[in-house]
Nanobody, 115 residues
Protein backbone atom coordinates (compact mmCIF):
# COMPACT_ATOMS: atom_id res chain seq x y z
CA UNK A 1 0.00 0.00 0.00
CA UNK A 2 1.30 3.43 -0.97
CA UNK A 3 0.62 6.44 1.22
CA UNK A 4 1.63 9.98 0.30
CA UNK A 5 1.60 12.91 2.71
CA UNK A 6 2.20 16.47 1.52
CA UNK A 7 3.31 19.35 3.71
CA UNK A 8 4.75 22.85 3.44
CA UNK A 9 1.85 24.81 2.03
CA UNK A 10 0.75 28.15 3.40
CA UNK A 11 0.06 31.80 2.74
CA UNK A 12 2.79 33.84 1.07
CA UNK A 13 3.01 37.19 -0.65
CA UNK A 14 3.65 37.45 -4.36
CA UNK A 15 7.33 37.09 -5.09
CA UNK A 16 7.85 34.85 -2.10
CA UNK A 17 8.89 31.22 -1.85
CA UNK A 18 7.61 27.98 -0.39
CA UNK A 19 8.99 24.45 -0.31
CA UNK A 20 6.55 21.57 -0.49
CA UNK A 21 7.40 18.07 0.64
CA UNK A 22 5.74 14.76 -0.13
CA UNK A 23 6.68 11.80 2.03
CA UNK A 24 5.90 8.35 0.65
CA UNK A 25 5.49 5.05 2.44
CA UNK A 26 6.55 1.76 0.93
CA UNK A 27 9.69 0.38 -0.64
CA UNK A 28 9.03 1.23 -4.28
CA UNK A 29 9.52 4.99 -4.04
CA UNK A 30 13.03 5.01 -5.45
CA UNK A 31 12.04 3.26 -8.67
CA UNK A 32 8.95 5.28 -9.46
CA UNK A 33 8.49 8.65 -11.15
CA UNK A 34 6.84 11.25 -8.97
CA UNK A 35 4.55 14.07 -10.05
CA UNK A 36 3.36 17.32 -8.55
CA UNK A 37 -0.09 18.50 -9.62
CA UNK A 38 -2.16 21.48 -8.59
CA UNK A 39 -5.84 22.36 -8.71
CA UNK A 40 -7.16 25.88 -8.44
CA UNK A 41 -10.81 26.56 -7.56
CA UNK A 42 -13.06 25.91 -10.53
CA UNK A 43 -10.22 24.56 -12.65
CA UNK A 44 -9.01 21.14 -13.68
CA UNK A 45 -6.09 19.52 -11.94
CA UNK A 46 -2.92 20.22 -13.89
CA UNK A 47 0.50 18.59 -13.96
CA UNK A 48 3.18 20.94 -12.67
CA UNK A 49 6.36 18.88 -12.57
CA UNK A 50 7.64 15.31 -12.93
CA UNK A 51 10.84 13.64 -11.81
CA UNK A 52 11.77 10.10 -12.85
CA UNK A 53 13.67 7.59 -10.77
CA UNK A 54 16.78 8.49 -12.78
CA UNK A 55 16.35 12.19 -12.16
CA UNK A 56 14.92 13.32 -15.50
CA UNK A 57 12.68 16.32 -14.97
CA UNK A 58 9.88 18.06 -16.81
CA UNK A 59 7.95 21.21 -15.93
CA UNK A 60 4.81 22.85 -17.19
CA UNK A 61 5.37 26.06 -19.09
CA UNK A 62 3.62 28.02 -16.35
CA UNK A 63 6.23 27.15 -13.68
CA UNK A 64 9.42 26.50 -15.63
CA UNK A 65 12.23 28.67 -14.35
CA UNK A 66 10.47 29.34 -11.02
CA UNK A 67 9.81 25.88 -9.57
CA UNK A 68 12.31 23.10 -8.91
CA UNK A 69 11.39 19.48 -8.31
CA UNK A 70 13.81 17.16 -6.54
CA UNK A 71 13.79 13.89 -4.69
CA UNK A 72 15.65 12.21 -1.86
CA UNK A 73 15.28 8.46 -2.27
CA UNK A 74 16.89 7.79 1.10
CA UNK A 75 14.06 9.72 2.74
CA UNK A 76 11.30 8.56 0.35
CA UNK A 77 10.51 12.22 -0.22
CA UNK A 78 9.94 14.43 -3.23
CA UNK A 79 10.13 18.22 -2.99
CA UNK A 80 8.83 21.19 -4.91
CA UNK A 81 10.74 24.41 -4.36
CA UNK A 82 8.56 27.30 -5.51
CA UNK A 83 10.13 30.70 -6.04
CA UNK A 84 8.83 33.99 -7.45
CA UNK A 85 5.31 32.92 -6.58
CA UNK A 86 2.39 34.60 -8.31
CA UNK A 87 -1.26 34.89 -7.28
CA UNK A 88 -2.12 32.51 -10.13
CA UNK A 89 -0.07 29.81 -8.38
CA UNK A 90 -2.77 29.67 -5.70
CA UNK A 91 -4.08 26.11 -5.62
CA UNK A 92 -4.12 22.87 -3.71
CA UNK A 93 -0.92 21.02 -4.56
CA UNK A 94 -0.86 17.23 -4.75
CA UNK A 95 1.87 14.68 -5.24
CA UNK A 96 1.21 11.51 -7.19
CA UNK A 97 2.89 8.17 -7.65
CA UNK A 98 1.83 5.65 -10.27
CA UNK A 99 2.54 2.05 -9.36
CA UNK A 100 1.28 -1.11 -11.04
CA UNK A 101 -1.06 0.99 -13.15
CA UNK A 102 -2.67 2.66 -10.14
CA UNK A 103 -2.36 6.36 -9.34
CA UNK A 104 -1.82 7.17 -5.67
CA UNK A 105 -2.49 10.70 -4.44
CA UNK A 106 -1.75 12.57 -1.29
CA UNK A 107 -4.36 14.63 0.52
CA UNK A 108 -3.03 17.90 -0.87
CA UNK A 109 -1.59 21.04 0.68
CA UNK A 110 -3.01 24.52 0.15
CA UNK A 111 -0.82 27.23 -1.32
CA UNK A 112 -2.22 30.76 -1.30
CA UNK A 113 -0.32 33.64 -2.88
CA UNK A 114 -1.56 37.12 -2.05
CA UNK A 115 -1.01 40.08 -4.34
Amino acid sequence: QVRLVESGGGLVQAGGSLRLSCAASGSIFSIKPMDWYRQAPGKQRELVATITSGGSINYSDSVRGRFTISRDNAKNTVYLQMNSLKPEDTAVYYCKMTARGVGYWGQGTQVTVSS
